[in-house]
């Protein structure tokens, strides 16, 4: 089967190495996607899904009976009050500018203690980008940051004696590393920090960009005390199958306020037209346990075969795990851009392609990105991506099946071999 794959002999037997010594982890991950798919079904049975919720809405979308039912099964999946989950949302960064500007008022402050959010929400915010594009700050809401402590953990102190500040109203903490290098928070420690937060001020609104995290443990951060989280239906929770949109979840009042911003104030969430989306977006939420365990097999076999190769990774294989993204330190433009061609060489679609580095929107360097996805920039399939910039860090994430996304993989470590790029071996 290697040789098929054109992956060298001793590339193949360090493969097999590796994924006996993972046999514990896998099976903690298999366990974990046995809790969530449990969780996902009891919240079918409650909620009655039936046939009937897969018919679309056109126009208004009145009445859409889907889209409520859609709302209460993932609220009760989430542990959360309600939902807004949606095919309308363009993507977690527009979800999260909606939930954003719908608990955001003039004169507030918003504070972030997991330090500079993710690249694309600089904008929203108004640290960067055009004038005139009608961010947070042009609407005369503050910002303030409190970087990470050097253990990767929030600085609670710091974060706690900004609370203080009684401009400030809302907390901000993003789960997931995005594109920095930094570790993912666990639900463990974002709960402590909501309790901590809570005491100090019990108004403040806590808000999770909850992008990557789902069903990467057996519960989410508002089940445990934030008032809000946001993420990604061409992520983890769509399992795969959503072809598009964003949820927001968390307590009612908040949910109700991001709706009013999504469609009008007074109109809320009343309309949205669902077209044919329903059926994928329950169809990927009952998906989205195995498929997200299947990422998460997937990452662990990379951490540990470059690992092995002599590459600095994070996660390490033994690591505990709150999202489905590795990073993979190349130190070279080169061996960067090997190691997506590999990956893009695995993909189901697009296989033929070579990624090349560009200025996307939103983003601050040049971006280089593997996918060859079923749907377009779906990182819970399996993708790759960097930002051009030292240290030459891979961000990879995804992989629908565990086989699909191992042979990915191996066949990045291949085109690493042929470029005469890998570190060892
Ligand atoms: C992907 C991601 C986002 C933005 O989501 P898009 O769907 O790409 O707009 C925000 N935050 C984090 C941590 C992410 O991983």
């Not at 949109?245 to 969430?269: D, H, M, Q």
């Not at 790759?384 to 994430?397: G, I, K, N, S």
């Amino acid at each position: 089967m290697y040789e098929r794959l054109g992956i060298d002999k001793d590339l193949a037997v360090l493969s097999q190495r590796v994924e006996r010594e993972l046999s514990e982890r896998f099976c903690a991950v298999d366990a974990l996607a046995e809790e969530n798919q449990v969780k996902v079904l009891q919240a079918f049975w409650e909620n009655r899904v039936s046939e009937t919720h897969f018919a679309g809405s056109t126009g208004y979308g009145y009445n859409d009976r889907g889209r409520d039912v859609l709302d209460a099964v993932f609220a009760s999946v989430f542990g959360a009050e309600d939902a807004l989950v949606r095919h309308l949302f363009t993507g977690g960064t527009h979800a999260l500018a909606v939930t954003l500007f719908g608990v955001m008022r003039p004169g507030q402050t918003l504070l972030s203690v997991t330090g500079s959010p993710y690249d694309t929400l600089l904008e929203v915010i108004g640290l960067r980008g055009e004038p005139g594009a009608g961010s947070l700050m042009e609407f005369g809401v503050n910002y303030r940051e409190v970087a990470l402590a050097p253990d990767g953990r929030i600085d609670t102190e710091a974060a706690l004696g900004q609370l203080d500040d009684p401009a400030v109203s809302a907390v901000f903490i993003q789960r997931s590393r995005g594109y920095r290098i930094r570790r993912a928070l666990s639900v463990a420690e974002i709960e402590a920090f909501c309790r901590a937060a809570k005491e100090r001020r019990p108004g403040i609104v806590i808000i999770v960009d909850n992008c990557y995290g789902e069903f990467t443990e057996d519960r989410e951060p508002c089940a445990t005390g934030a008032d809000l989280m946001v993420g990604s239906l061409i992520k983890n929770p769509g399992g795969g199958l959503a072809d598009t949109g964003a949820y927001i979840a968390g307590r009612k009042e908040w949910v109700e306020r991001c709706a009013f911003r999504l469609t009008s104030p007074g109109i809320g969430r009343e309309v949205g037209a669902t077209l044919n989306q329903n059926r994928n977006m329950f169809r990927g939420l009952f998906f989205a346990p195995t498929v997200t365990a299947s990422a998460l097999k997937t990452v662990l076999f990379a951490s540990a075969l470059f690992q092995s190769l002599g590459y600095e990774v994070s996660p390490r294989p033994d690591e505990p795990r709150s999202d489905i993204v590795q990073t993979i330190r190349f130190k070279s433009r080169e061996a960067l851009l090997a190691f997506c061609k590999g990956i893009q060489a695995g993909a189901p679609v697009d296989s033929f392609v070579t990624p090349e580095p560009w200025a996307m929107p939103g983003y601050d360097d040049e971006v280089v990105m593997a996918s060859g996805s079923f749907v377009q920039g779906s990182s819970i399939e399996l993708s790759a991506d960097a930002p051009l910039r030292e240290p030459y860090c891979v961000f990879m994430q995804g992989g629908l099946t565990y086989p699909a996304g191992k042979a990915g993989v191996l066949l990045a470590a291949q085109e690493l071999k042929r470029a005469g790029l890998l570190q060892k071996g």
